[in-house]
C-alpha cells in the first residue's frame, strides 16, 4: 500500500541554519513526488515536485529536495532559512490509481527562532 | 484565474445540521478532490472525482456526499453534522492523472466547528 511517513512532527532551527526536512515513501512503481508549504490558516502551496530525471530537483523560495530511490526518500531542504520560512511542510506521493490520488504525510511544523 | 475557491471561510454548525461546502476552479481541471485536515493527522482524502458525473470514495467518506454535475463545481455536502467532523476541509483540483501525476491546486479552506 502507498504510503508516506514524515518522521519529524516538529522542528525547531535558528535563522540563517540550514534546514533538512525528511520524507519516506512506500510506493510499489515509479513515484512522483511532491513537497508542499502551508502557512498559518492558508492553503497548501506547491514547493516542488518530482517525476524522474535529475535526482535533485529546485523548487521555489530557495528549496531543494534530493530523490533516493534505494532510501526511498525525498528529503526538502534548504541552505539558509528565513524567519518566513516557518510553515507546516507536506510530503506527498502521486499514485498512478484512479484519478490523481495523493497520499499525504503527517506533515512537519517548522518554527524558525530569530 | 481566481483558481480553486471555496465558500465559506467560516462556518459553526451544530449536532445534526446539514450543509454543503462549496468548491469550484476555473482551471479546466478533470481531477477534484476533497481532504479534511485534522491535527497530527495531515490531509486525509474524502471524496475525488475524476469528471463531470463520476465521483468515487476517499480514506473517510462517511457522513459526506459529493456529486459532480459541471466540470467546475464540486460541492460536500454534511448530511447530519457530528462533533466529529470539525476540522478544516480543503478542495483541490489538477489534471487527471496520465503519463505522470499532476499537482494538486488547493484552495484557502472551509473551517468548520460542529457544536
Known amino acids: 500500500a502507498q504510503s508516506v511517513t514524515q518522521p519529524d512532527i516538529h522542528i525547531t532551527v535558528s535563522e540563517g541554519a540550514s534546514l533538512e526536512l525528511r520524507c519516506n515513501y512506500s510506493?510499489?512503481?515509479?513515484?512522483?513526488l511532491f513537497w508542499y508549504v502551508q502557512s498559518p490558516g492558508q492553503g497548501l502551496q506547491l514547493l516542488l515536485k518530482?517525476?524522474?530525471?535529475?535526482?535533485l530537483v529546485q523548487g521555489i523560495k530557495g528549496f531543494e529536495a534530493e530523490f533516493k530511490r534505494s532510501q526511498s526518500s525525498f528529503n526538502l531542504r534548504k541552505p539558509s532559512v528565513h524567519w518566513s520560512d516557518a510553515a507546516e511542510y507536506f510530503c506527498a506521493v502521486g499514485a498512478r490509481g484512479t484519478g490523481n490520488q495523493f497520499y499525504f504525510g503527517t506533515g512537519t511544523s517548522l518554527t524558525v527562532i530569530p | 484565474n481566481a483558481g480553486v475557491t471555496q465558500t465559506p471561510k467560516f462556518q459553526v454548525l451544530k449536532t445534526g445540521q446539514s450543509m454543503t461546502l462549496q468548491c469550484a476552479q476555473d482551471m479546466n481541471h478533470e481531477y477534484m478532490s476533497w481532504y479534511r485536515q485534522d491535527p497530527g493527522m495531515g490531509l486525509r482524502l474524502i471524496h475525488y472525482?475524476?469528471?463531470?458525473?463520476?465521483?468515487d470514495q476517499g480514506e473517510v467518506p462517511n457522513g459526506y456526499n459529493v456529486s459532480r454535475s459541471t466540470t467546475e463545481d464540486f460541492p460536500l455536502r454534511l448530511l447530519s453534522a457530528a462533533p466529529s467532523q470539525t476540522s478544516v476541509y480543503f478542495c483541490a483540483s489538477s489534471y487527471k492523472f496520465g503519463q505522470v501525476a499532476y499537482e494538486q491546486y488547493f484552495g484557502p479552506g472551509t473551517r468548520l466547528t460542529v457544536t
Open positions: 518530482y517525476f524522474s530525471g535529475d535526482t
Open positions: 510506493y510499489g512503481a515509479t513515484p512522483y
Open positions: 472525482s475524476v469528471g463531470a458525473g463520476i465521483t
